[in-house]
């Protein structure tokens, strides 16, 4: 069972981090087209129409990744996770059912009128499409959103005993949507997402500027991708505090791990960077005395819950915690730094100049990503052994009728599924960008506004 159990986690793990590579680019790049475009209808200035055009075939490959790797994970629930879906198939068949309808239907439904609409619609029109794939793209990740929230701080239900087992009943279905952390953890995963799109849109053209290539189109795309990746980084730093306060409120467990408090105290310290000794249960870390008392209560003397007033065995693994948390906090402040940076430059007019930055901001794309996973992995792996937060554990939501070499097997089939899937996306990505934005001929408003710029008027 111990075998069955490590590797159905270990599989769903893969399916989870695999497909999260993707929904974060397209609503990232959602955000970013709907600002091109925008541009581009209020100015009719050409180049925004190019970019535009662009982007959206490189949107249309993420999309179809995306929704691949996503339809796994629906059928993994039923192969591995049968009495977790069971128990919880109340709450997650209302939230994954508003995503189809809200989601899924707005964003697939205008996503061809958004590819190939360009000439056969008008530009309003074609802009609205614009803005309902983006809108489709933001739903679907409040109802994941939801749905993960409210395993995390469940609300909104009851325990219905039925004759294969107890079950969670719905009995509040807008306090289940708005459970404690929900709009915390939406608002700091949609942030995450528009950091993602900017660096992703930051990266490219950065080549382009590198390789002294497209340059009419990369630099006004430089431009709005600083702009989005600063503006949204900022606001992160405010929504993460803001997630952590939730998370000392209903998972003190979490916060405990995240930052290896092992005994509480007062004055308690912040851990900068550091490890822990879990042998001696110590942290050895810089910190800062106070810090965390400060961030969670507004003073310095409050002592934060640690693992000391929480049972033994209901502590997650504290060092594996301790470090992905540390990693994705350290992440953000690279990417802050080299945004801070890239603007300043950017400024100053010396960004062209510098190739050395201009490599740090095609090879930052990874960033994001990486705090993203590390972000997600922390408050997965921090609630354990809970699956369902003081409700349902981990390792009673198994499947009762699949043996080891069954998973065993599963996963080495995704593994060079997931290694082909990822190289034929490599492959097409990398040729649509060499490619680069294309030529678009001029239609009427644009040779008008062509003209009106020239004229000086």
Known sequence: MDDVFLLSRIQFSLNVCFHYLFPPISIGLGLMLVIMEGIYLKTKDHKYKEMSHFWTKIFALVFAVGVATGLVQTFAFGTNWAHYSRFVGDVFGNALAAEGIFAFFLEAGFLGVLLFGWDRVGPKMHYFSTICVALGAHFSAVWIIVANSWMQTPAGFKIAETATGSRAVIDGFWTMVFN????????????????????????????????????????????????????????????????????AEYQPAKLAAFEGLYQTEGNTPLSVIGWVDSKNEKVHALKIPGALSWLIYGNFHTPVKGLDQIPREQWPNVPFVFQVYHLMVGLWAVMFLIALFACWHWKKGTLERKPWLLWTLVLSVGLPHIAQQSGWIAAEVGRQPWVVWHHLKTSEGLSSNISAGQVLGSLCMFVVIYALLFALFIFLLDRKIKQGPEAIPLNEDDILYRDYSRSGV
């Open 180 to 247: 404690p952390s929900t709009i915390d953890r939406l608002t700091h995963t949609v942030l995450a997402c528009w950091v993602t799109g900017a660096f992703f849109v930051m990266s490219v053209s950065a080549f382009y500027l590198m390789k002294k290539r497209h340059l009419t189109v990369a630099r006004p795309m430089m431009k709005i991708s600083l702009v989005v990746a600063a503006g949204s980084l900022i606001l992160q730093a405010f929504s993460g505090h803001s997630s952590a306060n939730v998370v």
